[in-house]
T-cell receptor, first 115, second 114 residues
Framework: DSGVTQTPKHLITATGQRVTLRCSPR?????VYWYQQSLDQGLQFLIQ???????AKGNILERFSAQQFPDLHSELNLSSLELGDSALYFC??????????????FGPGTRLTVT | AQSVAQPEDQVNVAEGNPLTVKCTYS??????LFWYVQYPNRGLQFLLK??????LVKGSYGFEAEFNKSQTSFHLKKPSALVSDSALYFC????????????FGTGTRLQVFP
């Protein structure tokens, strides 16, 4: 158990809908990252938050947005869903500022199926 | 641009035999390299990392990795494979130009046969 939690585990929804994925980082971790894993694109970085502020953006669509709250949990919002958005979405967290602590710890993921 | 490559989609090995899962990297400056494992319907589990120091890095579950600067490689190894090691393995590099973002390889499926 990595200490990173994600809800829900599975999500099935229709095209055009909007969903929210939730992530709670490990205790003490200030950074949260979102990744998308799909068969054709592999593991792709979406976005990073650090202590409530957006820090880096990757291949994140404009239909997608995220935020990190004062208690450090994060939410990834996906709107106007398309069939191609079906994927496994991972959240990861890490400690920053400590030497040699560069690894990220991943949650179990949310499997999104768009029908 | 920083990248890693995993040249093998699948590696098959008999239980008890040594295993190697290959990874090569392309980075500017010193590489921060990682190995993760993904079991079916599970998240990625951190195995080990190379930041600096000894070229042979030891990690979880008996895995180790050898950093080779001249060959720009970071191969994952285990002296004696177990059937339970069967999983998807990812090599990753920290993107130093984009904070802590990890750039992953395409993954290698390890199949250990009894």
């Amino acid at each position: 158990d990595s200490g990173v939690t994600q809800t829900p585990k599975h999500l099935i929804t229709a095209t055009g809908q909007r969903v929210t994925l939730r992530c709670s980082p490990r205790s003490g971790d200030l950074s949260v990252y979102w990744y998308q894993q799909s068969l054709d694109q592999g593991l792709q970085f979406l976005i990073q938050y650090y202590n409530g502020e957006e820090r880096a953006k990757g291949n994140i669509l404009e239909r997608f947005s995220a935020q990190q709250f004062p208690d450090l949990h994060s939410e990834l919002n996906l709107s106007s869903l398309e069939l191609g958005d079906s994927a496994l979405y991972f959240c990861a967290s890490s400690v920053e500022g400590l030497a040699d602590s560069y690894e990220q710890y991943f949650g179990p993921g949310t499997r999104l199926t768009v029908t | 641009a920083q990248s890693v490559a995993q040249p093998e989609d699948q590696v098959n090995v008999a239980e008890g035999n040594p295993l190697t899962v290959k990874c090569t990297y392309s980075v500017s400056g010193n590489p921060y390299l990682f190995w993760y494992v993904q079991y079916p319907n599970r998240g990625l589990q951190f195995l080990l990392k190379y930041i600096t120091g000894d070229n042979l890095v030891k990690g979880s579950y008996g895995f180790e990795a050898e950093f080779n600067k001249s060959q720009t490689s970071f191969h994952l190894k285990k002296p004696s494979a177990l059937v339970s090691d069967s999983a998807l393995y990812f090599c990753a590099v920290r993107d130093i130009y984009n904070t802590d973002k990890l750039i992953f390889g395409t993954g290698t499926r390890l199949q250990v046969f009894p």
